[in-house]
């Protein structure tokens, strides 16, 4: 209830009036990310999956309308960081490839803010530990998607 009565504060930010603001974008897109998380908890994963694919969505145009190196970088970070939420979300209703897709473009994402060394180390290093459990967290799936395969090996 708390990040639903945010969203509402934040609606502004959400409204078309405002799209054309980076800042506005990313603020309702780290609400939609919060309710998200909190969906997560809930366990209400389809829930949290439109919320999180929409914060996903708001983080890639804050992305675009940045007009600093270091500001866009932030907001790819936030983008990979709610593409593994939103992976664990996929994997949660069965759908284990889509969320190694998105756990894999979240580490292509973290691995560019890692790398850049335009930014503060501050960013450097935070996409670097968001890196290491996104390659975790790809290496689980993979482990998933492995023991949920039949073995055919008493097939004549």
């Known amino acids: 209830k708390v990040y639903i009565r945010r969203l509402d504060i934040h609606k502004k930010d959400c409204q078309t009036s405002a799209r054309g603001l980076s800042s506005g974008i990313s603020s309702c897109a780290d609400v939609l990310y919060m309710l998200g998380t909190a969906q997560m908890m809930q366990a209400k994963f389809p829930d949290a999956i439109g919320n999180l694919q929409k914060a996903e969505a708001d983080y890639a145009q804050a992305t675009d309308l940045g007009d600093k190196e ?48 335009n930014i503060q180390p501050s960013l450097r290093e935070a996409a670097q530990r968001y890196l290491q459990g996104a390659r975790q967290q790809l290496d689980f799936l993979n482990r998933q998607k492995t023991q949920a395969v039949p073995q055919l090996s008493n097939v004549p």
């Open 70 to 117: 270091e500001s866009r970088m932030i907001e790819i970070k936030n983008q990979a960081d709610t593409k593994m939420v939103l992976a664990l979300a996929l994997f949660r209703i069965g759908q284990t490839d889509e969320a190694m897709g998105k756990t894999r473009d979240a580490i292509g994402q973290l691995t560019q803010v890692a790398n850049d060394a």
